[in-house]
């Protein structure tokens, strides 16, 4: 029996892909896993190379395990994810005690990089891009309360020229249809109400089906049909594959939720372009409006970069300025950051750090400000959501709205139950609550 300690840094594709990394290692060998690293056998690292000095970070982090295996030299230390992509042998030259170094397409190999590892005491790297090849090894998702995230395709092929997961993810590549059903009717069987799609386009998905291929709004479509399955959502979505036929179904089918993360980055069309998105504000826009008659109750949150280089005052006044008119409900925004291999990172930046730290500062405070809003129309109404769990605070049980709000609530429920709930209060982007009698 083996201790393996998993750390995740990054978005929800990385939190997914770690949970992988345990459903395939407690497949292939005895272990269970640990929340302290120094009691850990094996240690994996999953990076994430989207914000600043990621590289740098893992090293501070790897630094601190150097001393660990130190004192435990059968300790093994394996490093995955998008930083793993972007460095690779280049971990082992700074970080010689490193065994593992591991691509997100090859996390299905994980037990047989561990046994070649034991058996020649030599590192192994393995950076193929194998996404398809992943997920028909990967074996069935481990399963922890009723909602479960399934990932639908792999990589982006858009460039912007901010990015980095391009090359450290590779080009899209969508699951077939029927691999995606078969999965999220097994995890139904397994007692799951709510699933999320995943991808890092999400609304790019085409898969392949009989006779053809099906885009999102088809996938989510069959996956209505599948009995158990109450609660449907997908995430990151891109303006440019905004599909007139995704918009539909937020129109017509009951079980996809009301709640569309779709990144916007900047609130002008000169810095959009040199971005490379591919897209005009007036189309972001459109789409926005479009949402909105279809589902005048969607929620819609989105992606925020400050400070990109050569921002000017004007430029970020008219990114608030869509935010106030849009009312998102919601964002993750963060100062530029240049990605090594980026178009990007070789243009001039004559923005101030002070100057982007006030910036961002702004356009948290009104992010924040309007979520409270939306949040404070709630208080007196009666809601649904999908009891996930205890609540850590104020409340016995924990559950999300539609519109993906959590709600705490009061009184007795059980686990996976759909409950009506009267909102009572608010505590920033949370709700309180009591369940009805």
Not at 305 to 325: H, Y
Not at 408 to 423: E, F, P, S, T, Y
Request: charged share 25%; net charge positive; aromatic share 6%.
């Amino acid at each position: 029996m083996i201790k393996v300690y998993i750390k995740s840094f990054g978005c929800q594709m990385n939190v997914y892909d770690a949970n992988r990394m345990a459903d395939v290692l407690a497949q292939n060998c005895a272990h269970k896993t640990t929340d302290d690293p120094s009691q850990a056998d094996v240690i994996l690292l999953n990076t994430c190379s989207v914000r600043e000095k990621a590289q740098e970070k893992l090293f501070d982090e790897l630094g601190r395990l150097r001393r660990l295996k130190q004192s435990r030299p059968t300790m093994r230390i394996g490093v995955g994810g998008c930083v793993a992509s972007q460095e690779g042998a280049n971990i082992l030259r700074r970080a010689p005690f490193v065994d593992l170094v591991f691509g997100p397409q090859t996390i299905h190999r994980l037990p047989a990089m561990l046994d070649k590892q034991a058996a020649t005491g030599k590192p192994q790297i393995d950076l193929t891009f194998a996404a398809i090849e992943k997920f028909d090894q990967l074996p069935a998702p481990g399963i922890n309360g009723p909602r479960a995230f399934v990932s639908i395709m792999e990589g982006c092929s858009k460039f912007c020229s901010f990015c980095v997961v391009p090359y450290t993810r590779g080009q899209e590549i969508s699951r077939p249809v029927a691999d995606v059903l078969d999965e999220v009717a097994e995890l139904a069987l397994r007692g799951v109400r709510e699933v999320t799609l995943l991808g890092q386009n999400v609304n790019a998905y085409l898969g392949a089906e009989p006779g053809g291929t099906a885009d999102l709004a088809r996938l989510i479509e069959c996956i209505t049909h599948i009995d158990g399955i109450a609660r449907i959502r997908y995430t990151t979505s891109h303006p440019v594959n905004f599909t007139a036929s995704l918009i539909d179904a937020h129109a017509r089918l009951a079980k996809l939720m009301p709640s569309v993360h779709l990144p916007v980055q900047a609130g002008d069309d000169r810095i959009l372009a040199r971005m490379k998105r591919n897209h005009t504000l007036l189309e972001y826009k459109s789409i926005v409006s479009a949402l909105l008659k279809a589902k005048p109750d969607i929620s819609i949150t989105s992606d925020f970069i400050v400070g990109f280089p050569g921002e000017t005052s004007a430029q970020f006044e008219r990114t608030l300025k869509l935010v106030k008119d849009v009312r998102f409900d919601g964002g993750y925004s963060f100062i530029y950051s240049a990605r090594p291999g980026t178009p990007a990172a070789n243009f001039s930046d004559p923005v101030g750090h002070a100057e982007k730290l006030d910036r961002l500062k702004r356009l948290q405070q009104l992010l924040q400000d309007l979520a409270r809003q939306r949040s404070a129309t709630y208080v007196g109404t009666a809601q649904q959501i999908l009891v996930e769990g205890p609540s850590k605070r104020d409340g016995d049980w924990c559950g999300r709205l539609p519109d993906n709000r959590m709600v705490n609530c009061r009184g007795k429920a059980k686990l996976g139950q759909l409950r009506d709930v009267r909102i009572t209060g608010t505590s920033g982007y949370t709700l309180r609550g009591e369940f009805a009698t």
